[in-house]
């Protein structure tokens, strides 16, 4: 069966990330012209009745769907890992320097030193 997309409704990703949800149950094929991308999709199980126009149809809405969302959300998200990194950042509280390790001399011992 072969399916065809206009290119000014779906970005090539989407179109492969469809295709690769698809790879488990299906061969499928890509081609293109000017206007539209066509796919071709067959059954690996001869005997697999299931409708791939339109699971991939509906795949490709999906992964639409999920490329919308990532870019209305990207703002938000970087701002999230970079709140996330900046509160792992470990800040030394200035100690006086003849303190430092004068109790403790165990990160000066050799790990492999046999006791």
């Known amino acids: 069966m072969e399916i065809r997309y206009k290119k000014e409704l779906y970005p090539k990703n989407v179109l492969f990330q469809a295709c690769y949800r698809l790879t488990d149950n299906a061969y499928i094929h890509l081609d293109c012209d000017e206007k539209e991308y066509i796919v071709s999709i067959r059954p690996k199980d001869g ?20 490329e919308e969302i990532c870019n209305q ?43």
């Open 73 to 115: 959300t990207n703002n938000i998200r970087q701002i999230l890992f970079a709140r996330s990194m900046a509160s792992t950042v470990i800040f030394e509280e200035e100690n006086d320097e003849n303190d430092m390790y004068e109790d403790d001399k165990s990160a000066m011992k050799d790990w492999f030193e046999n006791e």
């Open 47 to 66: 005997s697999d009745t299931r409708d791939y126009a339109s699971l991939f149809s509906n795949q490709m809405i999906e992964e639409s769907a999920r």
